[in-house]
């Protein structure tokens, strides 16, 4: 009788099928669960969104600062200081013909990139030095104005 109980003990050290199949689903909930509660991909969009939100102040931080170093006056592309092109309805950022060239705007030879901002920001998934996706206008009451179409929401910010 004893040679049965030593061989049944030996038998009942493992986990059964059920046990098994019964941690399985409930991992497979709670995975479940973890992964909707956290939804990467909208936590990577709302990433690029805020990379977007602080290209945008960098620009306007850099053509602020132009034009206070240099009386007021916006950076254009003309070549003639006593006009200006900076847009005035909301216009793209980048070389591409149609949008305006900010990177390379100045009168005074005092470009915006290289001396204002390392380089021109673009848009973390589709911007491309032809077009950075970012628009930028003065409106009519002298405000700068800079957008981009975010993933999550549009973003806007005046100065």
Same mark, same amino acid.
Do not use: W
């Given at each position: 009788?004893?040679?049965?109980?030593?061989?049944?003990?030996?038998?009942?050290?493992?986990?059964?099928? $059920?046990?098994?199949?019964? $941690?399985?689903? @409930?991992?497979?909930?709670?995975?479940?669960?973890?992964?909707?509660?956290?939804?990467? $991909?909208?936590?990577?969009?709302?990433?690029?969104?805020?990379?977007?939100?602080?290209?945008?102040?960098? @620009?306007?931080?850099?053509?602020?600062?132009?034009?206070?170093?240099?009386?007021?006056?916006?950076?254009?592309?003309?070549?003639?200081?006593?006009?200006?092109?900076?847009?005035?309805?909301?216009?793209? @950022?980048?070389?591409?013909?149609?949008?305006?060239?900010?990177?390379?705007?100045?009168?005074?030879?005092?470009?915006?990139?290289?001396?204002?901002?390392?380089?021109?920001?673009?848009?973390?998934?589709?911007?491309?030095?032809?077009?950075?996706?970012?628009? @930028?206008?003065?409106?009519?009451?002298?405000?700068?104005?800079?957008?981009?179409?975010?993933?999550?929401?549009?973003?806007? $910010?005046?100065?």
């Amino acid at each position: 009788m004893s040679k049965f109980q030593i061989t049944n003990s030996k038998l009942q050290k493992g986990f059964t099928l $059920v046990e098994l199949l019964l $941690v399985m689903g @409930i991992m497979s909930i709670l995975f479940t669960t973890l992964v909707i509660a956290v939804n990467p $991909v909208r936590q990577f969009a709302k990433a690029r969104d805020t990379k977007r939100e602080t290209d945008l102040y960098a @620009i306007l931080s850099a053509v602020n600062q132009y034009q206070s170093e240099h009386s007021g006056n916006l950076p254009d592309t003309d070549g003639d200081p006593d006009t200006s092109n900076f847009p005035t309805t909301l216009t793209c @950022i980048g070389t591409d013909v149609g949008c305006f060239d900010l990177g390379g705007a100045g009168d005074t030879g005092e470009t915006i990139a290289p001396y204002y901002l390392a380089e021109m920001p673009k848009d973390p998934k589709t911007g491309t030095d032809g077009n950075t996706e970012y628009l @930028i206008q003065v409106n009519s009451f002298n405000r700068l104005v800079a957008s981009s179409s975010g993933e999550t929401k549009v973003i806007t $910010v005046t100065r």
